[in-house]
């Protein structure tokens, strides 16, 4: 069981928070993005860098994820397909993505990119706070615990 982080758009409050946890919990986190990702020397620590294009960071997490797995990212139709293969998706801002809740964001997602579409200016994302990276840090602490056992055996 590991980490993956889709990490091209991830805030670096929570990179560091990752970092943090890998070592202690000692699991494998792996950063994947189009770019180069600077992580510490680790043992638990990785960086995968895949092609430049929409959604490839996306693909490959989703090709190499394992059912348990848990996997960091904002994007809600990556969270789905990982929900949808047996594994975990937190966002940044600490909210466990759920197969009860998945097709609704699917939905409001949906709309608001079709609005965009039009011209229709419907802002960006809320500024990331340091209540988000708390939230954070208290999900991935609790889903750690949880699953430590399933971790290290």
């Not at 929409?54 to 990556?78: F, K, S």
């Not at 909210?95 to 965009?116: A, P, Q």
């Amino acid at each position: 069981m590991q980490i993956w982080v889709d990490a091209d758009a991830c805030p670096r409050p929570i990179r560091e928070i990752l970092f943090r946890a890998a070592e202690r919990a000692a699991t494998q986190a792996v950063f994947v993005a189009n770019r180069l990702v600077q992580i510490p020397r680790s043992d638990y620590i990785s960086s995968l860098r895949v092609a430049f294009g929409q959604d490839m960071a996306d693909h490959e997490i989703v090709r190499r994820l394992q059912p348990g797995d848990l996997v960091i990212t904002a994007d809600i139709p990556l969270a789905a397909a990982v929900l949808g293969k047996g594994g975990h998706a937190l966002d940044p801002r600490g909210e466990l993505f759920s197969s009860d809740t998945i097709g609704s964001r699917l939905s409001v997602r949906d709309f608001m990119e079709g609005l965009r579409a039009t011209g229709v200016e419907t802002g960006g994302p809320a500024t990331f706070h340091q209540s988000d990276k708390q939230a954070f840090a208290n999900r991935l602490d609790s889903w750690l615990s949880v699953n430590a056992r399933k971790i290290n055996g």
